[in-house]
C-alpha cells in the first residue's frame, strides 16, 4: 500500500510497514436516546521495540459511570485488511458500518453488534486529506488524527456486564489516532448532542513536536446545517484566547469574518491508557459527561449559539508548556 493511499484514507490502518513504536486506536462514542448510557469503545494496537511491550487492546469508558476496562490481547489476535477499514480483535470486529463486541474477560463481559450510519466523514481531498489539513503528508509528525464521522445513528444492542443497552436512535461519533505517542500536553472536546439534530463540533489544541521548536496546533471543525466551519493552524485562524483552570476550558477562535466561541465545563471522568514510546502506560482522564457552549458569529451577526450536552473532555499533560507556547504564538 503506498503511502499516497494510506493518507487518502485514514480510516484505514496505518500499521501494515510501520517501524516501532508505533500505535493506532479508533474512537467509537455512543450515546443512546435518552442520553442514559453513554459508552466509548476504542480498539488498537501497540507496537513496542521489545516484544513483550507489543499487544492489541480493546478500551470501554462507560461515561455514566466513569468505569473504564482494557481488555488485552496478543498481537497475534489482531488482523488488519490492507486496503480497507476492516479490523478484527480475536472474536471482535470493527469497520465503518459496524462493529461487533465479543468481550468475556474477568472485569469485563460486553456483546453484541451496533450499526452506523449514514457518516458524515471530514471531507479528504489531495491538498487537505482529512481533519490534519496539509499536516497529514508529514510523516515525522509524532500523531495522526482523523475523523471518520461528525455524527450518525446508531442502532443494536450492547450486552454489558449484565446490563442490555439499547442505542438503536442514538447518535455516535467516530475517530481515530496513529503515530508514535500521544502530545506531550493537549485539550480535546467533542459533542454531537445539540437542539439541532446533525449539529457537531470537535475541537483540540496540542503541543506539537517540530524540527526547531514545538508550536501548538489545533484543529476545530463546527458541523451545522450542512456546512462545516473549519478553524485551524494550517488555514490561518487565530487564537484571540485560551484559558484552562479547574471547572472550564475558554476558547475563542478567528478565521476571517468568522469567530467562535466555545466554553467547555470539566467534569468527572474514567481513566484510559495511552500511548507513549515506551508502551500504552500513560493514564488519560476523559469525561463524557461535559458540556460545550459555543457560539459562532460572522461579523458580529450570531449564526449560531447552543450548548452540546454528552460532551467527550480530555485536558491532559503539560498544559503550562502548551498555555506558554500559545502565549509566545500570539505575542500577548
Not at 458541523?223 to 476550558?249: E, K, P, W
Not at 477562535?253 to 466554553?263: F, P
Request: include cysteine; hydrophobic fraction near 40%; glycine fraction near 10%.
Amino acid at each position: 500500500m503506498s503511502m499516497i493511499r494510506r493518507v487518502l484514507n485514514p480510516a484505514w490502518y496505518h500499521g501494515h510497514r510501520a517501524r516501532p513504536p508505533f500505535f493506532e486506536g479508533w474512537y467509537y462514542k455512543l450515546v443512546d436516546p435518552s442520553g442514559r448510557h453513554k459508552l466509548a469503545i476504542i480498539p488498537g494496537i501497540f507496537r513496542g521495540h521489545a516484544h513483550q511491550d507489543s499487544h492489541a487492546f480493546i478500551q470501554i469508558l462507560d461515561g455514566v459511570t466513569s468505569a473504564s476496562h482494557y481488555a488485552s490481547y496478543p498481537t497475534t489476535a489482531f488482523w488488519a485488511k490492507p486496503d480497507a477499514f476492516d479490523v478484527r480483535i480475536a472474536g471482535s470486529r470493527f469497520d465503518l458500518q459496524r462493529f461487533e463486541l465479543d468481550i468475556d474477560q474477568s472485569e469485563v463481559k460486553i456483546s453484541g453488534e451496533i450499526r452506523l450510519g449514514p457518516l458524515t466523514p471530514w471531507p479528504v481531498s489531495l491538498l487537505s486529506p482529512g481533519i490534519m489539513g496539509w499536516y497529514a503528508w508529514i510523516p515525522m509528525m509524532e500523531c495522526f488524527h482523523g475523523v471518520l464521522s461528525m455524527d450518525h445513528e446508531l442502532a443494536g444492542t450492547l450486552h454489558y456486564n449484565g446490563v442490555e443497552i439499547d442505542l438503536t436512535g442514538g447518535r455516535g461519533y467516530l475517530e481515530k489516532d496513529w503515530g508514535r505517542a500521544f502530545p506531550r500536553g493537549y485539550i480535546w472536546f467533542q459533542s454531537n448532542h445539540f437542539g439541532q439534530p446533525g449539529t457537531s463540533l470537535t475541537a483540540s489544541i496540542a503541543i506539537i513536536p517540530w524540527i526547531r521548536r514545538p508550536f501548538p496546533g489545533f484543529i476545530i471543525g463546527l458541523l451545522h446545517d450542512g456546512t462545516l466551519y473549519r478553524f485551524a493552524t494550517y488555514n490561518g485562524a487565530r487564537i484571540s484566547h485560551l484559558t484552562i483552570d479547574d471547572d472550564l476550558v475558554q476558547w475563542t477562535v478567528r478565521r476571517r469574518e468568522l469567530t467562535l466561541e466555545m466554553v467547555a465545563r470539566r467534569a468527572h471522568g474514567g481513566i484510559l491508557q495511552a500511548p507513549t514510546l515506551d508502551g500504552m502506560d500513560r493514564r488519560i482522564a476523559e469525561s463524557m459527561n461535559s458540556q460545550v457552549e459555543i457560539r459562532l458569529t460572522r461579523k458580529g451577526v450570531v449564526i449560531f449559539s447552543d450548548t452540546g450536552a454528552h460532551a467527550g473532555l480530555e485536558v491532559a499533560g503539560d498544559l503550562d508548556r502548551l498555555l506558554a507556547l500559545q502565549r509566545n504564538r500570539s505575542g500577548s
